[in-house]
Structure formats: C-alpha cells, structure tokens
C-alpha cells in the first residue's frame, strides 16, 4: 500500500513541509509522497493534509475561493489527518483573533475545538526560537521555530495540549488533528512530521 499526503500549495512554506513530509515517509521506510494540493479534485485522492504557515486570511480566503475549504473539512471530519503549523492551525480553529486589531472575520474550517490568539508574541521582529517538551514525541527537547505566531487562548476538554510555552498552550492534538503555534517544518526535526504520518498511515490502512 501506498499513502499519499497534501500539502496545500495556495501560499505559505510549502515546499519546506513537502521536504518534511518525503523525509519523514523516507525515515519510516513508508511507501508514500507528499504532493501539493490546491483544488478539490485533487484533495480528494490524498490519504492526510498538511496546511503550511503563512499568512491565515490569505490561504483561508483562497481555499474558500476554490472550494477546497470545504472538501478539506468534510474530508477531515471524516477523518482524514491533518497536521496545521502557524496559520494551519489558525485556520483550522474554531475561532480566531488578532492580539492587536480583535475580531478578523476570516475564513476557518472550525474543526479544531479552539480559540487562537493570532500574532501572539508580537509582530515579524519579535519571532524567535525556542526549546519545547513535547513528550507525545520523545524525551529530547524539539526547537520550536516562532514565527508571528499565534498561542491557543482557549480549548474544550476533548482537546490535548501536547506543548506550552510559559504557560501558554502551543500544539495540540485533537482526535485526527494535530496544531502547532510553530513551524517544524523549519526545525530540521522530524518528530512531529514522522508522528503525523504515522498517523496517516493507520488511517489509510482501516
Ligand atoms: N501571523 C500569521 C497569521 O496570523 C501566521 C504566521 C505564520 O504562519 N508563521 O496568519
């Protein structure tokens, strides 16, 4: 068997989680690729969704535009994994806000049982790194990559937080979706990315 996984290419740092998602298949020894997706006829055919960092009103703006928001959540309320780092985990949010202008109003797949707080720690300038204890992924600490990131305010009990960050909520896991406030795509660290395909292929093999 041979799993596939999309990486949804309308804007963000796609390639970086494209190369993410290859060597992550490639260390599992998993028979697989990651492909872009940008339209519904092609999110139909993938096994798992990763939606990159980026700029959330865009990327939720375009999905809409083009349909594949909707496929995207009816495929993963279906059950379909999907792992959201930065604005992928803004979009797949219930609700979202900015620290600074409140209320966006943007388009969301409301699949995660979360608020975000976007551009939590401050604008470009303040972005920094940070070592995290995500113990779902090993002992080791994971470099959390911070890039106008967004912090989870608030969650439901089915919610499972899987990092903090001074005492604030940075990834989490619900069911089949995984969130992260920070990019492992850029930590050259596949813990989190082999996790997720793991994930991927015991949805593809029920
Ligand atoms: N601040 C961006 C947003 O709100 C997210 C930044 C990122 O993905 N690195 O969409």
Known sequence: MSIRIGV???QGDIEENLNAVKRALSTLSIDGDAIQVKYPEQIEHIDGIVIPGGESTVIGTLAALNGSLKLIRDRVSDGMPALGTCAGMIIMAKKAYDRVVGETRQKLLSLLDITVERNAFGRQIDSFEAH???PVIGKEPFKGV????PIVKDHTDNVEVLASLQGKVVAVKQGNIIGTSFHPELADDLRLHTYF???????AKR
């Open 132 to 134: 995290l204890s995500i």
């Open 146 to 149: 911070f890039i106008r990131a």
């Open 197 to 203: 395909v793991d994930t991927v292929l015991s949805y």
């Open 8 to 10: 949804l290419a309308l």
